[in-house]
């Protein structure tokens, strides 16, 4: 609203090295901001054969990464790329079971939200797909330094914690997460796990709890056409909200004084 939207050059990736971003967050340090962004860390589907699709994907290396980017001091966006991300995380969660076998839609490994935790600096993926016996996941990346040295052995695996999200309708994964720092939470969209699934997308709050109980905000809605995909707090003309964003391009605003944000029940 303010003025234009400006494009920034972002350097240190090559073409066709990464795919498929979906998650991304920004992290304060002592030395600066950071952003941090994740592909999905999906397989990609094969060829048909005989006119029969396979639930089993093919793995990508532009998908098989995580990416921190840094701010210049004229404001230049560099990246650097950690590969071998995905075989990671697979590596360090047997809870994920066989999901890095198989395509999303088939329950197979895909991840669309990415916040950091500034109280335990903590990377938190949430996890679309596979669902946890109804429940969706929220792993945890606890890094030594985020700032420090950009490699695998400065990682750590936290145990991951599943969401008390009750079903509706089909089963709902994790669409975006973020930190809300005027509620001290984060806030979590919530949507179809899979296109088969007929499950809304729904609002839920998180203070970080590991019994994974969340607060649903029940009156807060969207229209059918709406797939929510992002979501922040902000600021807009001096006044509180929270935006959502839509993967088709679109948006909704919601003040922080409206009553819907008031009227919280428990999951």
């Not at 840094?70 to 790329?81: D, H, K, N, T």
């Not at 066989?98 to 395509?103: F, P, R, T």
Request: net charge neutral; charged share 25%.
């Amino acid at each position: 609203m303010a003025c234009p939207l400006i494009r920034r050059p972002l350097s240190g990736i090559e073409p066709g090295s990464v795919d498929d971003l979906e998650g991304m967050t920004h992290v304060h340090t002592a030395s600066g901001s950071l952003l941090i962004v994740n592909p999905s860390l999906s397989l990609k589907p094969r060829k048909r054969r005989r006119n029969k699709k396979s639930k089993r994907g093919k793995e990508s290396i532009a998908r098989n990464c995580l990416l921190r980017i840094s701010f210049g001091e004229r404001g230049q966006l560099e990246a650097e790329v950690l590969a071998a991300f995905r075989e990671w995380i697979v590596e360090n969660t047997p809870e994920l079971g066989e999901s890095s076998k198989y395509l999303p839609d088939d329950g197979g490994l895909n991840v669309e939200g990415l916040a950091w935790s500034p109280t335990e600096e903590v990377l938190l993926l949430g996890v679309r797909t596979p669902v946890i016996e109804g429940k969706p996941l929220i792993l945890r990346v606890r890094l030594k330094r985020v700032d420090g040295p950009w490699h695998l052995s400065h990682f750590e695996m936290l145990p991951p914690i599943t969401l008390a999200i009750k079903a509706d309708r089909g089963e709902q994964g994790i669409r975006m997460i973020e930190f809300d720092p005027s509620r001290g939470v984060f806030l979590i969209v919530a949507g179809n796990a899979t296109s088969a699934s007929k499950a809304p997308f729904t609002l839920y709050s998180w203070d970080g709890n590991a019994q994974g109980v969340v607060h649903r905000f029940e009156h807060v809605r969207f229209h059918k056409t709406m797939k929510v995909e992002g979501v922040t707090d902000a600021r807009i003309g001096g006044r509180g909200a929270i935006v959502f964003v839509d993967d088709g391009g679109g948006y909704q605003v919601i003040w922080d004084d409206d009553p819907r944000l008031e009227s919280v029940d428990r999951s």
